[in-house]
């Protein structure tokens, strides 16, 4: 129904910077949910930073002052910009919509979906 694609990952030295993108293969009628997660080996998944409908962001201690989120609704894709990476920011990164649709008959289709994932590594 709704698919993501995401770019930009790649390895990095510390200090460097990487930026994302996650593109939607189509418009949404309504975001419900719309951010960033990160999953390191051996841990679990984690939200890293999220963004409203409205534009409103929010972000994990982790990432606050370095990274931002951002939106551009007309190219229907998501950003993730990552300044100043450290090690321990290595993980496959995912971007996250959940959102809602509509038929050409007009009913609403509820749906969650995840991006491919985006491999980051930030060593020396």
């Known amino acids: 129904q709704v698919q993501l694609v995401e770019s930009g990952g790649g390895a990095v030295q510390p200090g460097g910077s990487l930026r994302l993108s996650c593109t939607a293969s189509r418009s949404i009628s309504r975001i419900d949910a719309n951010g960033w997660y990160r999953q390191a080996q051996g841990k679990e998944r984690e939200l890293v930073a999220s963004?409203?409908?409205?534009?409103?962001?929010n972000y994990a201690d982790s990432a606050k002052g370095r990274f931002t989120i951002s939106r551009d609704n007309a190219k229907n894709t998501l950003y993730l910009q990552m300044n100043n990476l450290k090690p321990e920011d290595t993980a496959v990164y995912y971007c996250?919509?959940?959102?809602?649709?509509?038929?050409?008959?007009?009913?609403?289709?509820?749906?969650?979906?995840w991006g491919q994932g985006t491999q980051v590594t930030v060593s020396s």
């Open positions: 963004i409203t409908s409205g534009g409103g962001t």
């Open positions: 996250n919509l959940d959102g809602v649709i509509y038929t050409d008959t007009g009913e609403p289709i509820v749906f969650r979906t």
